[in-house]
T-cell receptor
């Protein structure tokens, strides 16, 4: 089954404790992206990657890091989480090219930073 | 960063009614998309629009790419209870060479409630 998976689905952590949210897709997609969703703000793009070893900032990259060492994986790293990073996070992937806007989203990771 | 203005923020309608929502931007987009998000899940693509003026249907859903390339609307006809959810518009801009940026900008969402 074609899918985007994220782990963990739920995470409660404390300020300053480094964490990684994993994202994996099995569709051989070149493009992958991370978003955060907050009430009243819709989805905001954090980082995206056009292909392996190619990453770029979205609209809200501060406090986050990403890496793209393999095509299928695109982990999101919070080196020193803060309470304002409490949010619902989505990973997405798509083919590159004219239709790469048609992204497939993962199920989401709900992160709480206390 | 750039955001799209999506309206209305929420709608409460009776089953069978038609629904209309729209998105506007101060910037030109070369692609407009409409997504639906069910509770506890990620957004799912409903309709993608690639040309100014394009009108595309997907079952009871119809979406249009505005002529100015700064707006789009989504209509749902004869709503049913399973239409409940959050609807998002999203836009993608092109660079000077006409290649799409990797950045996708989303609207704030329209929460749709359908009463049986």
């Amino acid at each position: 089954e074609a899918q985007v998976t994220q782990n963990p689905r739920y995470l409660i952590t404390v300020t300053g404790k480094k964490l990684t949210v994993t994202c994996s897709q099995n569709m051989n997609h070149e493009y992958m992206s991370w978003y955060r969703q907050d009430p009243g703000l819709g989805l905001r793009q954090i980082y995206y990657s056009m292909n392996v070893e190619v990453t770029d900032k979205g609209d809200v990259p501060e406090g986050y890091k990403v890496s793209r060492k393999e095509k299928r994986n695109f982990p999101l790293i919070l080196e020193s989480p803060s309470p304002n990073q409490t949010s619902l996070y989505f990973c997405a992937s798509s083919l590159a090219g004219p239709s790469f806007s048609e992204q497939y989203f993962g199920p989401g990771t709900r992160l709480t930073v206390t | 960063g750039q955001q799209l203005n999506q309206s209305p923020q929420s709608m409460f309608i009776q089953e069978g009614e038609d629904v209309s929502m729209n998105c506007t931007s101060s910037s030109i987009f070369n692609t407009w998309l409409w997504y639906k998000q069910d509770p506890g899940e990620g957004p799912v693509l409903l309709i993608a629009l690639y040309k100014a003026g394009e009108l595309t249907s997907n079952g009871r859903l119809t979406a249009q790419f505005g002529i100015t390339r700064k707006d789009s609307f989504l209509n749902i006809s004869a709503s049913i209870p399973s239409d409940v959810g959050i609807y998002f518009c999203a836009g993608q801009r092109a660079n000077a060479g006409g290649t799409s940026y990797g950045k996708l900008t989303f609207g704030q969402g329209t929460i749709l409630t359908v009463h049986p």
